[in-house]
T-cell receptor, first 115, second 116 residues
Framework: AQSVAQPEDQVNVAEGNPLTVKCTYSVSGNPYLFWYVQYPNRGLQFLLKYITGDNLVKGSYGFEAEFNKSQTSFHLKKPSALVSDSALYFCAVRDKAGNNRKLIWGLGTSLAVNP | GAVVSQHPSWVICKSGTSVKIECRSLDFQATTMFWYRQFPKQSLMLMATSNEGSKATYEQGVEKDKFLINHASLTLSTLTVTSAHPEDSSFYIC????????????FGNGTRLTVT
């Protein structure tokens, strides 16, 4: 079965420091991976995706993610965190079973950037 | 581009009444829409998948007669919570995607439903 794990419920980082939000996955075949961000009482916003090609994917708001096939990871990164980056981050993998387009979601990681 | 509008953003209703939530794709044709439910500090729970012009596919454990989904056009899907109970109080989020298989999901801003 395909799954996504976000091992950290919460990540705290000081403003200006680099941040990493971890995600590991388990899929059969090639993974299609996504990161989304959710601000309080709002829907989710798409940040970036990995389908194929370069392992380093650049996305919105200065975020990037590195696909690592050997470690089955897709960690989200940003070189310099902003207070406004504080939000809930979700990693997701495409459910390829049955040719449907559902996403399988991680449980989310709450990022707190301290001034 | 790729804006999804969800309405209302919040609603309070009495137990036993029905509530309709609308989800519209404003600048693209949404061949598939997803309805999610989110509990406080928890991940998204997929309720159902709807494709334009066909019946919604409900996830296991979701009552289709209670959560009525209609996807009558390529830009509109509705979720009706029938005979609402306090335990239906939650944050409901819709998302829509276009035709490309790996097109990202675009989300509405969610609806906070409170049943009293």
């Amino acid at each position: 079965a395909q799954s996504v794990a976000q091992p950290e419920d919460q990540v705290n980082v000081a403003e200006g420091n680099p941040l990493t939000v971890k995600c590991t996955y388990s899929v059969s075949g090639n993974p299609y991976l996504f990161w989304y961000v959710q601000y309080p009482n709002r829907g989710l916003q798409f940040l970036l995706k990995y389908i194929t090609g370069d392992n380093l994917v650049k996305g919105s708001y200065g975020f990037e993610a590195e696909f690592n096939k050997s470690q089955t990871s897709f960690h989200l990164k940003k070189p310099s965190a902003l207070v406004s980056d504080s939000a809930l981050y979700f990693c997701a993998v495409r459910d390829k079973a049955g040719n449907n387009r559902k996403l399988i979601w991680g449980l989310g990681t709450s990022l707190a950037v301290n001034p | 581009g790729a804006v999804v509008s969800q309405h209302p953003s919040w609603v309070i209703c009495k137990s036993g009444t029905s509530v309709k939530i609308e989800c519209r794709s404003l600048d693209f044709q949404a061949t598939t829409m997803f309805w999610y439910r989110q509990f406080p500090k928890q991940s998204l729970m997929l309720m159902a998948t709807s494709n334009e012009g066909s019946k919604a596919t409900y996830e296991q454990g979701v009552e289709k007669d209670k959560f009525l989904i209609n996807h009558a056009s390529l830009t509109l899907s509705t979720l009706t919570v029938t005979s609402a109970h306090p335990e239906d109080s939650s944050f409901y989020i819709c998302s829509a995607t276009g035709q490309g298989y790996n097109s990202p999901l675009h989300f509405g801003n969610g609806t906070r439903l409170t049943v009293t």
